[in-house]
Structure formats: structure tokens, C-alpha cells
């Protein structure tokens, strides 16, 4: 379906029908239209606000509409282009206004206040946006969206010429999972090596963007870039060195246990030592889980799973999928990973990933199936702003769903199958909770030494790798790839310090599940209840609604760690 096609959640008001969104000096023309309206009272200010937001939403999907595409195709070049404009062009343009907005609004509220408890969340996010703003860093903040976008092209061009055929990067992790080791050290080289063809325009790419936002943080006044994007992602509720104690405790708790898991491993291998290519093939040489052929087949399963779960979450991935909002197959030229994007005016998700066939997919869809639901569940809220949940929150739901969803996972697979794939899923959230340390702590050291050469950075690099589980497999001959691991990792580039948010969350989601399994019905309840508040509380609130607790210190993860560890023990 042609996404500019969806239907409107609801008839516009503010903004005129057929108005070109991609038309700066029309987009700007509508803001400035809101610059200038009086406010002569709190009903005033209220409709003011929903005028805002329908404006906003409408903005946001004229932009998502554009990214997707790009994503979607980044061999096109008039779908890039249009893509490139819309950032070039729209943002620069409204942010100052959008500054003036803010302004307006806080003199508007203190004038004729609104109830504290509504418009508590929204009204600190616009304060500390107001304190944050620059118009001269407006040009820079572009330039690093572009470096973005190079990054994605470069990402999306990437593949492979193996066994007489071209693969995709996400195609060739197949390889990975089968039992000849020839084979996987075979694929896991050519990806490998195929990704340092690009490593020097990487770290071009990087370093532009490293520089831009030191730039940017010093303009608004802030002695480093750390303390400047915690604010700019209104984390309101935890500082650096909270997260530090999650890198420790991870250290203390979470490390050993991966290396039980991949000492295990080794053992059942019967190998001397674990190289990269033997972490994800099945340890007593199955063969690889083969959940679905196609597309089709992952969304007719997947759409069973949500039938058997809930009622809702089933009518609302039929909607999806009946919509043409699910892109799920791996092709040439398409942006890798995966992602949900919320299309604002519609309220309607999207969802875009990288299948080939593989258990990983399975869960992927689950993931971001969790935040579509997590989007649906807030829809009828009037306020854009409150449509989106902290990210720390926006986690639980989708990771979460992988943990529900995995009860349902017989619409795949066999009895014994089931319980290698929930065995797996299980040493992949202790993985996953490793890595988003060491990507954590990676990314607080790159900010902390603002001055670091490419060397040091490499260096440092290897040294937190070690630290977070690097030091249970053998990289003997391969440094250098060693040493360029994190280029994989997109947040490091496109949203930096944005991956904590995994962590945290798992731990969320973790709680659901125990909840799940001491009682399903009001777990599920529990957990739906926070997905419906949206952003519109703080992040504890969101948290306590879900009958979970918003805490990733020793005292939450050891007991947590205990209950995976346990399950572990019984499927294995």
C-alpha cells in the first residue's frame, strides 16, 4: 500500500487538506500561523496545544513516509534524494520556531495554568528543550542526520559473493547456523572481510559526527556531549553514573554466567576453543531452526501467536499486515536491521526487518510487533507528545513481547525445537544484556575523551570487548576485525547513548515474564495497562503500571539473573 494512502486517525482541523508537507515555507508557514494565534485563556492554551499536535503529527509522517521509503530502497537515488531534501530543508527551518512555540506555550501556562498532573511530563520536556536549543547548532544537528543517512547507504550496499551467489549481510548470517564449521568460518570471513572494505569510510563517517557533536554540546553550554544528550533525551530519572553501576554489576553478575554458557558450549563442540563462527550454530550440531520459508509464512504463524496471546494483538496484526505496514524480507539495497516507525496522522506502526528465515526473525517480529502494540495502545491520545513513551519504557514492551510471544512458539516448531528455541532466546538475553554494557561503557568512553585518536579508540574498543565476555572466544588472527566490531552497531552512529535502554529494559521485561508465570492473565493485563499510558507519566509510573519496578541495580538484576538461570538449567 502507498503509505501516503492510510487513512487519518481523524479529520484535520489545523491543518489544510492538501498541504505539501515537504514544502518548507508552507511547513513553516503553518508554525509561524501558530506563533501568532492569542491565547486569552486555558481553554485556549489546551486547544493551542492539540493545534500543535496535529501539526506535528501530520510533520512527523510526511518524514517517517520519506524514511521508510529510504530505508526500504537505499539503491534509489530519487528515493534518497527526496529523503535528503526533506532533512535538509524542513528541520533547519522549523526548530527555531518551534523554540518560539515553546516559549509561547510556558507564557501561556503560567498565565492560565492546566492540571499539574496532565501536563507535568510535557511541560518539563518543553522546558528543558527550550534550555537545550541553539540556532546555530540547527546546521550542525542536519549534518549529522546526513552523515546518518550516509551511513545507512553505505550499511545497505553491502554484500557478499558466496557459493556462486550475491547475499545480503543479514542473508549471509544463515550461514552462521549450520553444522559444518568449514562452511561457517567460510561465511563468517567473507562477511567479515567485506565489512573492512568499508572500515575507513566508517570511521570517516564517525569522526564527522563525533566532531559535529562535541560542537553542538559546547554551543549549549555543556562541558561535554554526555551530560548534553542525557538531557536531550529527557532522562529525567537516572545519570552516568547509574549507568556505570549497571556496567559493574553486569561485570559482577552477568559476565560469568555467559561464560558458563559458553563453556557449555565449547564442551558439547568438543572444541579446544570458540571462534566467532561457533557462538550461534546449535552446540550438539542440529541443524538450523528453519521456522518459516518466507514472508508469508513468519506473518501467518506470528498472526497465530497473537491470536493465542490476546484477542486485540491478533485484530491488530491482521489490520497491519491487511495495510501493507509489514516489510519483512531481505532484499539487495534494503537499510539493515530492523525497526518499528510510528506513522503519527494515521496512528497506524510500521514495521521493517530483515527476514531470511532463521529463529532470530522470529523474535525480531516479535520485538517489534511489542512496540506496534505499544503504539496502538495509546492511539486515541490527543497529544502527540504523550504517543510516545520514554525509551526506557518503549523497550519493555517490545522485549517483553519476545518473552509472551515465546510461549506460543509451537506455531513453529515442535515440542523439542520449542525448547531450543526458548533455551536460546534465554542465553541471548544474558548475551544481550553483556553487550549493551559494553556498548554502553564504549560509548561513555569515546565522550569521555573527546580527544582520542583512531588508534586509542580501537584500543579502547578491545579492552571493553574483553571486559563485557570478548575474552571467551579466540580472535587469534583476527585483530583487525576484531578491533572494528562496533562499526556493526548503529546506535554508536545515528543515536548515541541510546542503547542502555536495552538493558534497563530487559530487566523490565524479565519481571514481566516472572509475573507471566505466576499469573498469565493479570500479567498480560498489567502489562497492556502500561502500554496504554504512552509517555503520558514518568517513567516509574509507566513501570509501576506494568506491576513491574524501574530499578537496574544489584538488588533487581541478581534475583532476576537467578530466575533466567534457573530456566536455563531445565531446558538445557
Same mark, same amino acid.
Given at each position: 500500500?502507498?503509505?501516503? !494512502?492510510?487513512?487519518?486517525?481523524?479529520?484535520?482541523?489545523?491543518?489544510?487538506?492538501?498541504?505539501?508537507?515537504?514544502?518548507?515555507?508552507?511547513?513553516? @508557514?503553518?508554525?509561524?500561523?501558530?506563533?501568532?494565534?492569542?491565547?486569552?485563556?486555558?481553554?485556549?492554551?489546551? #486547544?493551542? &496545544?492539540?493545534?500543535?499536535?496535529?501539526?506535528?503529527?501530520?510533520?512527523?509522517?510526511?518524514?517517517?513516509?520519506?524514511?521508510?521509503?529510504?530505508?526500504?530502497?537505499t539503491d534509489d537515488p530519487n528515493i534518497a534524494g527526496a529523503y535528503t531534501k526533506f532533512v535538509e530543508t524542513i528541520p533547519p527551518a522549523v526548530k527555531p520556531v518551534n523554540d518560539r512555540l515553546n516559549h509561547k506555550?510556558?507564557?501561556?501556562?503560567? &498565565? $492560565? =495554568?492546566?492540571d499539574a498532573k496532565r501536563y507535568q511530563v510535557y511541560d518539563r520536556a518543553v522546558k528543558t528543550?527550550?534550555?537545550?536549543?541553539?540556532?546555530?547548532?540547527?546546521?550542525?544537528?542536519?549534518?549529522?542526520?546526513? &552523515?546518518?543517512?550516509?551511513?545507512?547507504?553505505?550499511?545497505?550496499?553491502?554484500?557478499?559473493? $558466496?557459493? @556462486?551467489?550475491? #547475499?545480503?549481510?543479514?542473508?549471509?548470517?544463515?550461514?552462521?547456523?549450520?553444522?559444518?564449521?568449514?562452511?561457517?568460518?567460510?561465511?563468517?570471513?567473507?562477511?567479515?572481510?567485506?565489512?573492512?572494505?568499508?572500515?575507513?569510510?566508517?570511521?570517516?563517517? $564517525?569522526?564527522?559526527?563525533?566532531?559535529?557533536?562535541?560542537t553542538v554540546a559546547h554551543n549549549a553550554g555543556f562541558s561535554n556531549f554526555t551530560d548534553y544528550q542525557f538531557k536531550a533525551y529527557h532522562r529525567f530519572d537516572y545519570n552516568p553514573k547509574d549507568c556505570k553501576k549497571y556496567h559493574e554489576t553486569v561485570e559482577k553478575l552477568i559476565v560469568p554466567l555467559n561464560g558458563k554458557i559458553l563453556s557449555k558450549r565449547r564442551e558439547q563442540m568438543k572444541l579446544k576453543s570458540l571462534r566467532p563462527w561457533d557462538t550461534a550454530v546449535d552446540a550438539l550440531g542440529e541443524k538450523p531452526l528453519a521456522p518459516f520459508k518466507d514472508a508469508q509464512g513468519l506473518i501467518k504463524a506470528t498472526a497465530s501467536i497473537f491470536n493465542k496471546l490476546d484477542l486485540d494483538f491478533g485484530l491488530q496484526f491482521q489490520e497491519m499486515n491487511d495495510l501493507g505496514l509489514l516489510?519483512?524480507?531481505?532484499?539487495? @539495497?534494503?537499510? =539493515?536491521?530492523?525497526? !518499528?516507525? +510510528?506513522?503519527?496522522?494515521?496512528?497506524? =506502526?510500521?514495521? $521493517?526487518?530483515?527476514?531470511?528465515?532463521?529463529?532470530?526473525?522470529?523474535?525480531? &517480529?516479535?520485538?517489534?510487533?511489542?512496540?506496534?502494540f505499544h503504539a496502538l495502545a495509546c492511539a486515541d491520545e490527543p497529544i502527540v507528545d504523550y504517543r510516545h513513551a520514554p525509551m526506557e519504557f518503549c523497550e519493555v514492551a517490545s522485549m517483553a513481547m519476545e518473552l509472551l510471544g515465546g510461549e506460543y512458539l509451537s506455531e513453529f516448531y515442535n515440542p523439542k525445537d520449542l525448547q531450543r528455541s526458548n533455551r536460546e532466546h534465554l542465553e541471548g538475553i544474558i548475551q544481550t544484556l553483556?553487550?549493551?554494557a559494553n556498548i554502553d561503557a564504549f560509548q561513555h568512553w569515546l565522550y569521555e575523551h573527546p580527544k582520542h585518536s583512531a588508534d586509542e579508540r580501537s584500543q579502547a574498543w578491545v579492552a571493553l570487548y574483553e571486559r563485557f565476555g570478548g575474552k571467551f572466544i579466540d580472535?587469534?588472527?583476527? +585483530?583487525?576485525?576484531?578491533?572494528?566490531?562496533?562499526?556493526?552497531?548503529l546506535h554508536i552512529f545515528e543515536?548515541?547513548?541510546?542503547y542502555i535502554e536495552y538493558g534497563i529494559a530487559q530487566l523490565g521485561a524479565l519481571q514481566v515474564w516472572l509475573n507471566a508465570r505466576r499469573d498469565p492473565k493479570k500479567a498480560l493485563s498489567n502489562y497492556k495497562q502500561g502500554l496504554s499510558l504512552g509517555g503520558s507519566r514518568p517513567v516509574g509510573e509507566l513501570y509501576s503500571a506494568a506491576g513491574i519496578s524501574f530499578d537496574f541495580s544489584e538488588g533487581i538484576i541478581k534475583p532476576l539473573i537467578e530466575a533466567v538461570t534457573q530456566e536455563w538449567e531445565k531446558l538445557s
Open positions: 500500500m502507498d503509505l501516503t !494512502q492510510l487513512p487519518r486517525y481523524q479529520k484535520r482541523v489545523f491543518v489544510p487538506e492538501n498541504v505539501d508537507l515537504t514544502d518548507v515555507n508552507a511547513v513553516v @508557514g503553518l508554525y509561524e500561523k501558530l506563533e501568532n494565534k492569542p491565547i486569552g485563556s486555558a481553554q485556549e492554551l489546551e #486547544h493551542w &496545544l492539540l493545534e500543535r499536535s496535529e501539526l506535528d503529527a501530520a510533520l512527523s509522517q510526511a518524514g517517517s513516509i520519506l524514511y521508510i521509503r529510504m530505508t526500504c530502497q506555550y510556558v507564557r501561556a501556562y503560567s &498565565l $492560565f =495554568p492546566l528543550d527550550i534550555e537545550l536549543f541553539f540556532e546555530k547548532n540547527v546546521p550542525l544537528q542536519t549534518k549529522v542526520d546526513l &552523515l546518518s543517512q550516509e551511513y545507512q547507504t553505505v550499511s545497505g550496499a553491502m554484500t557478499v559473493m $558466496f557459493e @556462486g551467489k550475491e #547475499h545480503t549481510m543479514p542473508q549471509m548470517g544463515k550461514y552462521l547456523l549450520e553444522t559444518d564449521r568449514s562452511l561457517r568460518e567460510r561465511a563468517w570471513r567473507a562477511s567479515a572481510e567485506r565489512r573492512l572494505k568499508d572500515k575507513d569510510k566508517l570511521e570517516e563517517i $564517525f569522526e564527522g559526527m563525533f566532531e559535529l557533536r562535541k516489510d519483512l524480507a531481505s532484499r539487495k @539495497g534494503k537499510a =539493515p536491521g530492523g525497526y !518499528q516507525n +510510528t506513522l503519527s496522522e494515521a496512528r497506524k =506502526p510500521f514495521i $521493517f526487518m530483515n527476514a531470511v528465515g532463521i529463529d532470530d526473525d522470529v523474535r525480531t &517480529l516479535l520485538h517489534e510487533a511489542g512496540h506496534a553483556a553487550w549493551v580472535w587469534s588472527d583476527l +585483530t583487525e576485525i576484531k578491533s572494528y566490531l562496533w562499526h556493526r552497531q543515536v548515541p547513548f541510546y
